[in-house]
Each structure stands twice: as structure tokens, then as C-alpha cells.
């Protein structure tokens, strides 16, 4: 009850209280706060309010304006306590602000003068030239699957196809059933998945992981009230390089960071360079 009629009052107060500033002379403005000759306006704090009720907004407000003020009065005790090193803090702030601005300036390069592309011939490139430094650390598996509900229409009869040989004609029938049918699956290119992943993915257990070889069919497995077939299109052991496919997000985005640092590098060489051009810049040490 006590904090009910505080948060009234200060909202009584907000509703009454009027201060003319430098900065609010030609506004009715309504203070909720002050601290020595610094005001909180309840303006400054209805962003945080909207679409909130009377009540809640109440203690929003309450909540604001005392951290606002213990702030302030901390802020005051700072200056207070670090005045004689000012020049220090004034240096601590350029060197912010100038980090900031650069920061910002690099991230407006990069949007619109940097190439995006990442081609195909880059990605192959470098990965024939650093797969060594990619060793596998796990087996891994390709691996396509299907998960799919036993009482799925025709499931019966569509089955079969999973553990024989296809043709052409079976396999398209395959991937049109598991598209109608199926929420979850990979019948194609398959992915690369480690056993810890097909762990988590496939609930299986090491021997049913171990007992995994390479096939052209699928074998099932059960899942609570599912079925899911797992077949393995390929296998790499540890210590051989890990294949392309599994790590090309990976490589495609180390190569895009590589494209930043050289167009940021070549505009501020250019920039330097026009400086010393111009004499607008010396540079007296080598």
C-alpha cells in the first residue's frame, strides 16, 4: 500500500510539477526527477512505456527515474574523485570517439563498395590448397535420411523403395512421397554429419552408428512413433581431410573477411597517399 501511494505521487508530481529549462524554454515540460540543476522529463521516458498499462507503467517509471538518479549522483562523485586527471578522461574519450567513427565509416565500405561474391573457383582454390590443414578430428558420415510417420498414406507401399536399388523412375517416386509426407529428410546430396550429431539428430547409439557402411539403400530404424530411414552415401575416418562441403560456409566466410581487410587496407593506403601528395601529412620517423 505504502508503494502504491509513492508511485501515485510521483505520478502526481510528473502530472504537476513544470520546470522551464535552457533547452525545454518553449515547452510545458513535466518533471519526474532531479538531481542538483539536471532535470528528468517525463517525455524522455514515455518511449519506454508505450503499450504498457497505467500500473506497470507507473513502476517503469519509478524504476527509471531512480536509476537515472542514482547515476547522476554517482556521475557527480566521479567527477569529483577523478577531477584532477580530466585531460586524461577527455584523451580516453577522443580516442573513443575517433575508434567509433572509424568503426562506422569501415562498416559503410564495406556496404557499398565491397564484393560480395565469394565464386565457386575461389572456394575450390583455397580448400585444394589448405585442405591438409583441415584434418578431421572425428569420423564422418554423408548421410541421407528420411523421417516419416508408419501411418503416413501408403507408406506400405512406397517402403520398399528404401531398401532396394532404384531406377530412375523409383527414385523420383521416392522424393515425390517423402515432399508430401515427410517434414524432415535429405534423400539428394545428403549432409555431412559427425556420430555425435547423428547422435543427437538420429537417436542412435554407437553400435548403430558403427554398424552404419557405406550403401546405395537405406535401413530403418524406430523413434517413439516414428520411423526414420538413415543411409550412408560415404565415410571419412579421422585425420583425412575434411570434406569440402562441410566446411565451405566456413571457408566462403573466412574469405569474405579476407576481401574487408584488403579493401579497407587499400583505401586508407590511398588516403595516405593523397595526404603525403597533397602535404597535407609528414611522416618523420622510417
Known amino acids: 500500500m505504502k508503494k502504491a501511494i509513492i508511485l501515485s505521487g510521483i505520478l502526481i508530481f510528473a502530472m504537476g510539477c513544470k520546470y522551464f529549462g535552457k533547452n525545454r524554454a518553449a515547452q510545458d515540460e513535466r518533471v519526474i526527477a532531479r538531481v542538483y540543476d539536471e532535470f528528468l522529463f517525463l517525455s524522455d521516458v514515455q518511449p519506454l512505456v508505450q503499450g504498457v498499462s497505467q500500473e506497470d507503467s507507473a513502476k517503469l517509471i519509478a524504476s527509471y527515474a531512480e536509476s ?22 577527455e584523451k580516453k574519450v577522443e580516442a573513443y570517439r575517433q575508434s567509433l567513427t572509424l568503426y562506422e565509416y569501415e562498416k559503410e565500405l564495406v556496404r557499398t563498395k565491397l564484393d560480395k561474391a565469394v565464386s565457386e573457383e575461389e572456394i575450390n582454390a583455397y580448400y585444394e590448397k589448405n585442405k591438409g590443414n583441415y584434418a578431421l578430428e572425428n569420423d564422418i558420415y554423408l548421410v541421407n535420411y528420411v523421417f516419416i510417420n508408419p501411418e503416413s498414406e501408403d507408406f506400405e507401399k512406397i517402403k520398399p523403395l528404401f531398401s532396394k536399388n532404384r531406377n530412375e523412375d523409383e527414385q523420383r517416386a521416392l522424393e515425390g512421397y517423402c515432399k508430401a509426407y515427410s517434414k524432415n529428410y535429405n534423400i539428394t546430396d545428403g549432409i555431412w554429419k559427425t556420430s555425435n550429431r547423428m547422435t543427437i539428430d538420429f537417436l ?42 562441410a566446411i565451405k560456409d566456413q571457408i566462403k566466410e573466412m574469405l569474405m573477411n579476407k576481401k574487408k581487410i584488403i579493401l579497407i587496407d587499400n583505401i586508407y593506403n590511398k588516403i595516405l597517399e593523397d595526404g603525403l601528395k597533397k602535404e597535407n601529412v609528414e611522416l618523420l620517423v622510417k
Open 68 to 89: 537515472w538518479v542514482k547515476k547522476k549522483l554517482l556521475y557527480k562523485k566521479a567527477q569529483e574523485y577523478i577531477a584532477g586527471d580530466e585531460a586524461g578522461i
Open 204 to 245: 542412435m547409439d554407437d553400435a548403430q552408428i558403427a554398424s552404419l557402411g557405406k550403401s546405395e539403400t537405406y535401413r530403418e530404424f524406430k523413434n517413439n512413433d516414428q520411423s526414420f530411414f538413415v543411409r550412408v552415401a560415404d565415410i571419412k575416418r579421422k585425420g583425412e581431410a575434411t570434406p569440402l562441403p
